[in-house]
Nanobody, 123 residues
């Protein structure tokens, strides 16, 4: 079992920045990579970014490249999502998820999920 706990969400103004954290515990060695997803009210959960626990190759949703950065501290078992130049459309609940698979981007390909953290971007 893998437990994921997100933190760092909150209310931010347009153009501001936030850094989300995802602390993992349990059998993280059984997973290969970790990703961030988000879900806005009335919308499907969508892929944001993913990275292997070992670091290296990262993947991003095309629409978010250049504004969002994913990073991992394997020693701490923590994954970060740095979000810059935030827009109102970035408002959503952000989820951390872990998977045994490589370079996958669908929610159903991730077996472990955190409880989510709310990000609200106000104009």
């Amino acid at each position: 079992q893998v437990t994921l706990v997100e933190s760092g969400g909150g209310l931010v103004q347009v153009g501001g920045s936030l850094r989300l954290s995802c602390a993992a515990s349990g059998r993280t060695y059984s997973t290969y990579s970790v990703g961030w997803f988000r879900q806005a009210p009335g919308k499907d959960r969508e892929f944001v970014a993913a990275i292997p626990w070992s670091g290296g190759n990262t993947n991003y949703a095309d629409s978010l490249k250049g504004r969002f950065t994913i990073a991992v501290d394997n020693a701490k078992g923590t994954v970060y999502l740095q979000m810059n130049s935030l827009k109102p459309e970035d408002t959503a609940v952000y989820y951390c998820a872990a998977t045994k698979l490589r370079a996958v981007f669908r929610p159903d390909e991730y077996a472990y999920w955190g409880q989510g953290t709310q990000v609200t971007v106000s104009s």
